[in-house]
């Protein structure tokens, strides 16, 4: 029987939507004004993303700093906003946040996170696993960004998730190890 947090966890989960990239979507509970200072002003980031970020200057080729430095890429006010590494192509690894108004009150967020081939963990160690091999995901950077978005959602006024981290390390892997089964199956050449 599945259980609520396993229904919690399979319903607000990152989806592969391509080899490289990740998307997280959460329907956050204020207006795409309040939604947009969450995700483009300094202090509304640093009431939910995973390092509270010590700048952000949302012009073009500004500057991101938090866990990584990182540069404004593209932004919309009130619609999106694109990051990448500064020394990087901007098309290999990026962070995308995008929102758009769900009736009055509400806003959808989606989180997008992709990554270059050959990407590997900082650091080996739980949630470094990585099923794929070198150029895809591991454990503990989609388990992260997993709460990263949870916190996002839960900044806006929505319930904090019943699951725990050991659940979303446990749910990850999982995933991944399917992930990777299926891309094989899939990849196989037919008799």
Known sequence: METIAEAELIASSGRFVHPHAVVWLRRLSVGVDVAWDL???QEGLASWWIVPP?????EI???FDHFWAQ??????????????RPDDD???E????EIRPHGKDSTDFCFIDTWADGMEPPAAGIGSEQPGGPGTPWVGVLT??????DRLAVASGSPQPSYSEADLIAWYSNYLND????RELTARPLP
């Open 39 to 41: 995700i483009a002003t």
């Open 71 to 84: 540069v404004v890429h593209r932004f919309e006010e009130k619609r999106f906003i694109q990051f990448h």
């Open 54 to 58: 010590t700048r952000l200057e949302l």
């Open 61 to 63: 080729g500004g500057a």
């Open 94 to 97: 990026v962070l995308r946040f």
């Open 90 to 92: 901007p098309v290999r």
């Open 144 to 149: 992260g960004w997993h709460q990263t978005a």
């Open 179 to 182: 992930h990777v089964r299926w």
